[in-house]
């Protein structure tokens, strides 16, 4: 039996040098590697296909469930001066700014959770965690590009791969690895190739909805002291109308104002942080919508608005083969109404740290890549499904149905009911940022290894065949 | 949340009185009824269909899994008489007696695991709960046919029933309760039921094989000194041979000697307690067999055998259905030869008995029946595939295959690999028979509370309809 830890506190791995490679240096890639080097490894590489880690993305948020794990890791105080913490979510009328509801957020959530709520630019997290991990000796190889990742296994469920994974950069030399972590994001290559030892084709449903990213510095709105307001208090707005909403907070400690603007697809774009659309396609779309929206959109100079379209992913039938594991995106693309893109990405990599560190025997790589998908692939998925569910609820057109959601929502607000908004619904949010999966991961370790084990034993080659043969 | 409790042995249900409606009699049932009196409930009916309970069965085991439960409720002792603590099981080769491998039980299992492994009639064991549960004041009503099953659902998983479920017994109006347990056995008519919602058909893959159970009763055995032996002393034995293998030992503190004898089924039988098939054919079969099983044959005076076929079942999409749930043999009938069949059962009626007396409104009956499939459900059909992959690994023909069986099998009895028979390997064993499944539920149950009641949320009516619209 592996040895035991008692706290996700202070993880020492058993082999340090096991040598993992990470694929992709974006939030995924970098906090796997950030979570490896906190749980004692020394033999990390991550391979980023981009020359240079360049800035995209908008405002994402750091729910307690990530700022847990970053305070864990140690790069949570790096990370305030660019942060703002939220006091609360104020969900409005698209029309008018009439407020439906409103959920509080800091300082209840960090006494609930203990752990805060904060919302960041995209790319001052990338940046915070890229410097932490080249300060902790963590090898970030940009430029490369990962061709190919081999499983080193033949796609039976809980069986032991045959040998260990290998990977090419750049249409080298076939390279290996004692475990391979793909956190290549939502068009990772390696869930395509995961999926079609299943038989299964990488596709995703279109929901209808695309997204324009907009932010706007604060000098702009300089002299606009109704606007001026949104980006220096700490309150985040839900905008909710037929067919769309649009979120909007501060970030960078009140220096930047960030929108995400979702609206029907056009089918013109992509899933994409580099896309963009027309910004007269913007305005129109907004047009019927209140005075304070579009004085804002008023505000932006640039003809091409950032705008990605939205899709729903199914579950995939694995998160990992032979001696490699899917991360962040690359398994879980979410939609991201209820924030937690960045989070659960962390989850994935805290989980991956703690039960690679507890096994003392490189043989249990893949035993223990299957505790990972036991502690994560379920719950990352309800995540998902979450996402979809809210999506529904909050872009309804108006109605009966839209009555009783507001309805439904002004009483949540008020502790009376759950809400159909699951980012502000309190019983969702006690299990979504409740959970501390790093320390459940530890103290289930020991009998998830058992009954591992006792699976793998149950499914190996004989059982295969025989199944095959029956047809099962 | 539900009110905590810390420990499986002083469970007090927060609703003494929820109605609970039992289907069946048999062992599934009565530990039901025994665990749910011993948690604090007070208004327990069990149906069965039988006018009387007849003495049906053979040896079965009583794993370190199954004594723990019993033990707990206070029902262990009244077995004591009659059972037998096994102290090893020995491999023997069919045609020689020579053995093949050993595995160690009694003392060892029981201070590895805390609790003991016994040998009982499955008749002794039904009649021991039978009057403790009617000691206990459950309401045991026989000649009870429960026809059907009104789930009181529409089928959508995770989401609660609309009302509560009803059932009729002979013909009789409908009759409702709080919740339905259905222990009605390999032949479960509400499995039948519940799997068509989902659009599965209740089928059955044949395995080949057939098994006929004997038992000889001490006094016939008196005069043959090497016979006598058998039933004298506290072994297991396990002839494998070609196509077929035979189980036997002492029960009934050794006034009773078990046998059951698996060999290639010719059809003609069926998966059923009471079917027969002539001795003439079971004496061909084992014309080949040592002397030992052959003069053991010779004693069985019965010109018909009680044989049944041996079948697998595939996992079942769904344990639960609105406030019904399938337990035993009702919704994880397995191959006996990891000899769990009992235990399995006896856990089912420990996880029910503590996530139904954990909650504290009767709304949450659904949610706790929820709780309870995650819990028992991947662990029970993990059962079921070991004692399916047990079954490939003890019916090797002679030949390469076998040689190297045999050969794992002697390494396993020295400490030096895993064994192809699970029921006798240690790993497999430390997760089958160390776990404490209800101490478990215990611990697991606030966690599980949370994480049921998000999913719930996320797979509501709305979701759901979205997912159809996209042939999700």
């Avoid at 979510?89 to 009439?98: K, L, T």
């Avoid at 009966?400 to 809400?419: F, H, L, T, V």
């Amino acid at each position: 039996m592996p040895a035991k830890s008692t706290s996700a506190d202070n993880l020492k791995a058993n082999i340090p040098d096991l040598q993992i490679v990470i694929v992709g240096a974006g939030i995924g890639g970098l906090v796997a590697g950030i979570g490896f080097n906190r749980a004692g490894f020394t033999n990390i590489v991550i391979h980023e296909s981009a020359k240079e880690i360049a800035e995209v993305g908008a405002g994402i948020q750091i729910s307690p469930n990530l700022s847990r794990l970053l305070r864990r890791w140690g790069v949570l105080e790096d990370l305030r001066g660019y942060a703002v913490a939220l006091e609360k979510n104020s969900i409005r009328r698209y029309e008018n700014d009439a407020e439906i509801g409103s959920s509080p957020f800091m300082p209840q959530v960090e006494q609930q959770f203990g752990a805060p709520l904060w919302v960041v630019h995209r790319a001052d997290l990338q940046m915070v965690l890229l410097k932490a991990a080249r300060k902790a000796g963590i090898n970030v190889q940009t430029g490369h590009h990962v061709d190919v990742v081999d499983f080193g296994s033949d796609g039976t469920p809980n069986v032991s791969p045959v040998r260990r994974p290998r990977y090419k950069v750049n249409n080298g030399e076939w390279l290996d690895a004692d475990v391979i972590i793909c956190a290549d994001g939502i068009k990772s290559h390696t869930r395509r190739d995961m999926m079609k030892i299943y038989g299964q084709t990488d596709h995703a449903e279109n929901t209808g909805d695309a997204a324009y990213r907009v932010t706007i510095p604060r000098e702009k709105l300089l002299g606009r002291p109704e606007l001026l307001k949104l980006v220096d208090e700490s309150v985040s707005y839900r905008w909710i109308g037929p067919g769309g909403h649009i979120m909007v907070y501060p970030i960078r400690n009140h220096q930047l104002f960030n929108m995400v603007l979702l609206h029907p697809d056009r089918c013109d774009t992509e899933e994409s942080w580099t896309a963009t659309g027309p910004k007269s396609n913007m305005t129109k779309f907004y047009s019927s919508w209140s005075p304070t929206v579009r004085a804002l959109l008023d505000l932006v100079e640039d003809d091409e608005i950032p705008e990605w379209q939205l899709k729903i992913h199914r579950p995939l039938v694995s998160w990992i083969e032979g001696n490699v594991a899917l991360m962040g995106d690359a398994c879980h693309p979410t939609l991201p109404y209820v924030a937690q893109g960045a989070a659960q990405a962390a989850e994935d990599a805290a989980v991956l740290a703690v039960v690679l560190s507890l096994i003392n025997d490189k043989a249990d790589i893949h035993t223990a890549l299957l505790i990972y998908s036991e502690l994560r692939k379920s719950r990352g998925e309800t995540v998902v499904a979450s996402a979809s569910k809210t999506r529904d609820a909050l872009h309804l057109p108006d109605g009966p149905e839209q009555i009783r959601r507001d309805e439904a929502i002004g009483k949540a607000s008020r502790g009376e009911s759950n809400s159909p908004d699951l980012w502000g619904d309190r019983l969702f949010q006690a299990w979504m940022w409740g959970v501390d999966i790093q320390q459940q991961a530890v103290d289930r370790f020991e009998h998830l290894y058992r009954q591992t084990l006792a699976k793998k034993q149950v499914h190996s080659e004989a059982r295969r065949n025989f199944l095959q043969e029956r047809n099962f």
